[in-house]
């Protein structure tokens, strides 16, 4: 079993491995630790990651890339629509409000949510893992940007439950970068002592998290967290924008008004981003036949880029100042800036971390792979899977909470969590009713970047008046849980309840006693006095209240419905995958048996020229056949005509076996052959190895020889100007028959070890004279030793003698 850790970015994805020798990150099948956030349908593929994104620009309507804005969202909402100017593929507002994703995949019209395709991604995450970790995927943790809201959250653990993922936790792209820095220090303050405080500046494809962090040994707490929907896309965009205007007057081709020319633009000016990171001179731009046939060329220099991008450097200064006022730090409480993100290699911004906190960027991360690397750690940490030293974590809720509600007295609001509060986090809402509430919980208006503030509205059932009819106490409790996400999980009514009870004789002769009584009952709430002899008792009972959510998220019918769709597609992913194999193995068979029937090809010279007339007329039929009516067929109909197609060319091929070994077999016939005859001169000499063999045994493999010899003259003679077109009349198997024949024979003569030599005789009268004068040594041997022994005996005692007596 395997832990992993999931960076799911806007543009890439990384996967990272909890192992004994520490966190791995793995590679995906091309070898890559980074694989792409697209998803692509071609006809009856679906195509995930790295060959999804290869055909962006040549499928760019069946090809889904930057989906992850949309989890969680309307297709009204303002960020969705301006989101929907950088899209090439379609996308429309579901009956729900929802976002959906139509393309075409078999060959019919399909809508998918974002959650699906982002399950679909998923799915290819997990395969990638299994297959370099040979072993069940079952845990996982996710990272998500720290300015995700409750309804993003939820549709991504929709989306990783589709998947079959089993989510252990989401983390915070944050607190994952800070775990990942702060696991491995082994010079973080004691408990006791002032914490060391980091700032991370995390800028990628989409985005800008900067976050404050306090360490100490063996755990992080996060100070703040502030965001900007700002990054590296952006500056794309702005290079983009700025060629496509110097082209319209240059060229006079509109790039923008060309979805797939401007798809060629953005990777270009991409390319050109990174290279002015490096370099300060100016960088040529060239795109060969990018419009209309026409090569366009222009370049650009760094001062020139950054005074372009000059409104976005803007928003990260705004944005890394806004952190400094949040987290209440000073300049000289911060101990180092630590950058991750693509994005933040960008000269500017490394300019700005300096002007801005005092201290030079530092590289100590991996800027692609800590994220992943932090949420494996997490993930290492939460299961008990894999043994790993502890290191808490103490998240912050990046958002004000409010709750409201309404009784008798009107409507009620209060402030749950201020921003920045600690999370995961309980806390309880005491009322007093008498019939069921409703609670509705929803961020402070303003405060988020999604246009609408609601979390969730929860009805609280099951309130009933005491038996008097007043209300009675209720406590709601408010989590923020760990993936945090906001919720009202439980929710307890006290129930009060009178009973009356005999009052029991009090005795008179023990003062002690009455003092006694009478201060337990001085010191019990619920016992009251009722008449002369009864007394009331009231008890108290908890009562747990049921819970009806409306909250943001699929309902279990669907993502059950949207589970099962999903396994059908990887069924049909395998099935399509084998149907490939199938065809790529026909039409690889088809050019291989062109190559070898050819004039000069290895079979050329064992086939008759008709024959290799029909076969070509034959292959070439297939190859048709393949690229039109045999495109799509079913992997039974490929093996069925690979079969038959390896039938008529067996034979040729058999021939070209036979004929291409026999002189190797007629080799070690011949070698067997005087190998034999060689041992046979050597006895013959007398030599001593073979000294032990008969005479007739000499002869029979004398005679072996001989007849192998007839037999291999007779074979030679029959293969002397053979057509090599015609099947041969001496197969290969007879020769090395013959060869393990004669092999056999030989060997089980040549090789049978020589007896032993027989033992000579022994004088009887030596043997009796040795024998005697071994036993007198023997004898005077046992004396002297017995005499030895009585010497350092001690002397017996007086009862020593009576006992032996």
Not at 138 to 150: E, M
Not at 553 to 573: R, S, T, V, W
Request: glycine share 4%.
């Amino acid at each position: 079993m395997s832990v992993i850790g999931i960076d799911f970015g806007n543009e890439s994805c990384y996967v990272a491995v909890a192992k004994a020798g520490g966190i791995e990150t793995i590679a995906n099948d091309y070898s890559l630790r980074a694989t792409p956030s697209f998803v692509a349908f071609a006809g009856r593929n679906r195509v995930l990651g790295v060959a999804a994104k290869n055909q962006q620009v040549t499928n760019m309507n069946n090809t889904i890339g930057n989906f992850k804005r949309f989890l969680g969202r309307k297709f009204e909402d303002p960020h969705v629509q301006e989101e929907l100017h950088m899209i090439p593929y379609h996308v429309e507002a579901l009956p729900d409000g929802g976002i959906g994703v139509r393309v075409n995949y078999l060959d019919e019209e399909h809508v998918f949510t974002p959650e699906q395709i982002t399950a679909m991604l998923f799915t290819k995450l997990k395969e990638d893992a299994f297959k370099e970790l040979k072993a069940q995927i079952n845990d996982c943790v996710i990272s998500v940007p720290s300015y995700f809201t409750n309804a993003e959250r939820q549709a991504l653990l929709d989306a990783a439950n589709i998947s079959g993922l089993n989510v252990l936790r989401l983390i915070n792209e944050t607190t994952a970068t800070a775990l990942s820095y702060g696991f491995y220090k082994q010079d973080l303050p004691a408990p006791e002592e002032k914490p060391r405080n980091v700032i991370f500046v995390d800028c990628g494809h989409a985005s800008l998290q900067v976050s404050a962090c306090a360490f100490h040994k063996g755990k992080l707490k996060m100070l703040a967290s502030c965001s900007d929907s700002v990054g590296g896309r952006d500056f794309d965009l702005v290079l983009a924008t700025h060629f496509s205007k110097e082209f319209q007057i240059k060229y006079k081709i509109d790039a923008s008004s060309k979805k797939r020319s401007f798809l060629r633009l953005m990777t270009e000016v991409e390319k050109l981003k990174k290279n002015m990171s490096a370099n300060s001179t100016k960088l040529p731009l060239n795109i060969e036949c990018f419009m209309n046939e026409i090569d366009v060329h222009s370049s650009m220099q760094r001062s020139e880029f950054e005074e372009l991008s000059s409104s976005l450097f803007k928003r990260i200064e705004t944005t890394m100042r806004k952190l400094l006022t949040d987290s209440k730090l000073t300049l000289d409480e911060i101990h180092s800036v630590e950058i991750v993100g693509g994005s933040s290699r960008i000269p500017s911004i490394k300019q700005l971390i300096e002007q801005i906190f005092g201290k030079s960027a530092s590289t100590t991360l991996n800027q692609d792979e800590a994220v992943s690397r932090g949420a494996a750690l997490q993930c290492a940490i939460l299961s008990p899977a894999v043994r790993v030293r502890e290191f808490s974590c103490a998240d912050v809720q990046a958002y004000p909470v409010l709750i409201s509600w309404t009784d008798s007295d009107g409507p009620h609001e209060m402030k749950a969590f201020e921003q920045y509060h600690a999370a995961p986090f309980s806390r309880l809402l005491n009322v007093h009713r008498k019939d069921s509430m409703t609670v509705n919980v929803h961020y402070e208006a303003g405060s988020v970047p999604y246009p609408d503030p609601f979390i969730g509205t929860f009805q609280v059932n099951g309130i009933r008046p005491d038996a008097n009819g007043e209300a009675q106490e209720v406590k709601v409790k408010l989590r923020i849980d760990h993936n945090g996400i906001i919720l009202i999980p439980n929710a307890t009514m006290y129930e009060r309840s009178e009973s009356e009870e005999p009052r029991s004789p009090s005795p008179t002769t023990n003062g002690d006693q009455k003092s006694g009584d009478a201060a337990q009952n001085q010191a019990s709430p619920q016992v009251e006095e009722c008449g002369k002899d009864k007394k009331k008792k009231v008890t108290t009972k908890q009562v747990k209240l049921t819970i009806d959510p409306k909250t943001h998220g699929f309902e279990k019918a669907d993502l059950l419905k949207f589970f099962e769709e999903e396994m059908k597609m990887i069924a049909n992913d395998r099935q399509e995958k084998e149907r490939i194999d199938a065809r790529n193995a026909l039409e690889e068979q088809v050019y291989e048996v062109r190559e070898k029937i050819q004039e000069g090809g290895t079979l050329h010279a064992y086939i008759e020229p008709q024959d290799a007339s029909a076969i070509c007329r034959e292959l070439e039929e297939i190859e048709n056949w393949l690229y039109e009516e045999g495109e799509t067929c079913e992997k039974s109909v490929y093996k069925e005509r690979l079969e038959k197609m390896r039938a008529n060319i067996a034979p040729v091929h058999s021939r070209w076996e036979e004929y291409s070994n026999h002189e190797q077999a007629f080799t070690e016939l011949g070698h067997a052959i005087q190998q034999t005859l060689k041992a046979v001169e050597q006895y013959r000499a007398k030599e001593p190895k073979f000294d032990h063999l008969t005479e007739t045994e000499i002869i029979n493999i004398t005679e072996a020889a001989q007849k192998a010899q007839n037999w291999y003259e007779g074979a030679r003679s029959k293969l002397v100007g053979i057509n090599k077109t015609q099947d041969p009349p001496v197969k290969l198997a007879d020769i090395r028959h013959e060869t393990q024949t004669l092999t056999t024979c030989t060997n089980s003569v040549l090789n049978r070890p020589k007896p032993k030599p027989p033992t000579p005789p022994v004088d009887p009268n030596q043997q009796h004279g040795q024998s005697s004068s071994g036993s007198a040594e023997q004898e005077v041997q046992q004396n002297s030793s017995n005499a030895q022994q009585e010497n350092n005996s001690p002397k017996p005692t007086t009862e020593d003698s009576m006992d032996v007596e």
